[in-house]
Nanobody
Framework: VQLQASGGGLAQAGGSLRLSCTAS???????LGWYRQDPGKQRELVAT???????NYADSVKGRFTISRDGAEPTVYLQMNNLKPEDTAVYYC?????????????WGQGTQVTVSS
């Protein structure tokens, strides 16, 4: 699975940004999502969406961020509204699947999101 992410950039607090990520390769029944990482911190989940449309959000972004996906070559979007300075991080697109009992994770290149106060 290959992931190509785009979007991100600089926004003011209260503003909006949109991230997108297109998956290619073997994408059957794959869960797509976004994670973020601050320097010196662990990578953390932001939101995921399964091939069946089940969605999971981190508590810190509920009500502000919306994840969606479409397309046979699936593209996952992250609409980020009411941004806060603490949302500043490098955001990574993720594809996840389980084959039998073995999990596989694939990562896109990170994209910087910076929110100024």
């Amino acid at each position: 699975v290959q992931l190509q992410a785009s979007g991100g950039g600089l926004a003011q607090a209260g503003g909006s940004l949109r991230l997108s990520c297109t998956a290619s390769g073997s994408t059957f029944r794959i869960t797509l999502g976004w994670y973020r990482q601050d320097p010196g911190k662990q990578r953390e989940l932001v939101a995921t969406i399964t091939s069946g449309g089940q969605i999971n959000y981190a508590d810190s972004v509920k009500g502000r961020f919306t994840i969606s996906r479409d397309g046979a070559e699936p593209t996952v979007y992250l609409q980020m509204n009411n941004l806060k300075p603490e949302d500043t991080a490098v955001y990574y697109c993720n594809a996840h699947r389980v084959i039998v009992t073995t999990p596989y994770d694939y990562w896109g290149q990170g994209t910087q999101v910076t929110v100024s106060s």
